[in-house]
């Protein structure tokens, strides 16, 4: 099973700052299948990237995915109000699909 | 637009099993595959297990082998996911979440959730 590793756990910021959140995988993801979702409280998770870097219908070009391999970063070059939320990483590369612990973006 | 609703909020005692119904609506069913992954209060989502909407085969996640059964109804463009032998561990809400695309693993669109209450 691949373990997915998010850092840091929690960020505090400010609207306007550069985020970027970490994502690192046990075992190397085949052919970068790394999606990240977006879940605020009582809501389901929203697909914000798959395939690493590929961004998701409807999701503003202020999200963005890299890596491959074992680390993937999602970066959001200014955060907006409607930004502060727990963002997870999933592998789908391999089974069983496996999601990070989460990384929460807080209002500072 | 795609819609997945879920059935409601379930209480049941340990041992007892929960079977949970995700109705799809606003795409074709048999074209893509359904996911369902977990989330227990305050911990990372988990997956369970996925139907091939259009062939009906399933693949499960080891830890719920067993104890899980995945399957849809075409007809009436529903999936399912049953839990047996249910533990106070297993309380948690659970999604059903569409492929985003095909076959894909990630999910774009999910279902509003269902709470599942194990108590005795």
């Known amino acids: 099973e691949i373990v997915l590793t998010q850092s840091p756990g929690t960020l505090s910021l400010s609207p306007g700052e550069r985020v970027t959140l970490s994502c690192r995988a046990s075992q190397s993801v085949s052919s970068s299948y790394l999606a990240w979702y977006q879940q605020k409280p009582g809501q389901p998770p929203r697909l914000l990237i798959y395939g690493a870097s590929s961004r998701a219908t409807g999701i503003p070009d202020r999200f963005s995915g890299s890596g491959s391999g074992t680390d993937f970063t999602l970066t959001i070059s200014r955060l907006e109000p409607e930004d502060f939320a727990v963002y997870y990483c999933?592998?789908?590369?391999?089974?069983?699909?496996?999601f990070g612990g989460g990384t929460k973006v807080e209002i500072k | 637009q795609v819609q997945l609703v879920q059935s409601g909020a379930e209480v049941k005692k340990p041992g007892a099993s929960v079977k949970v119904s995700c109705k799809a609506s606003g795409y074709t069913f048999t074209s893509y595959t359904m996911h369902w992954v977990r989330q227990a209060p305050g911990q990372r989502l988990e997956w369970m297990g996925w139907?091939?909407?259009?062939?009906?085969?399933?693949k499960y996640s080891q830890k719920f082998q067993g104890r899980v059964t995945i399957t849809r109804d075409t007809s009436a463009s529903t999936a399912y996911m049953e839990l047996s032998s249910l533990r106070s561990e297993d309380t948690a809400v659970y999604y059903c979440?569409?492929?985003?695309?095909?076959?894909?693993?990630?999910?774009?669109?999910w279902g509003q959730g269902t709470l599942v209450t194990v108590s005795s």
């Open positions: 999933q592998q789908y590369g391999s089974s069983p699909l496996t």
């Open positions: 979440a569409r492929a985003h695309v095909a076959n894909s693993g990630s999910s774009g669109s």
């Open positions: 139907v091939d909407a259009g062939s009906g085969d399933t």
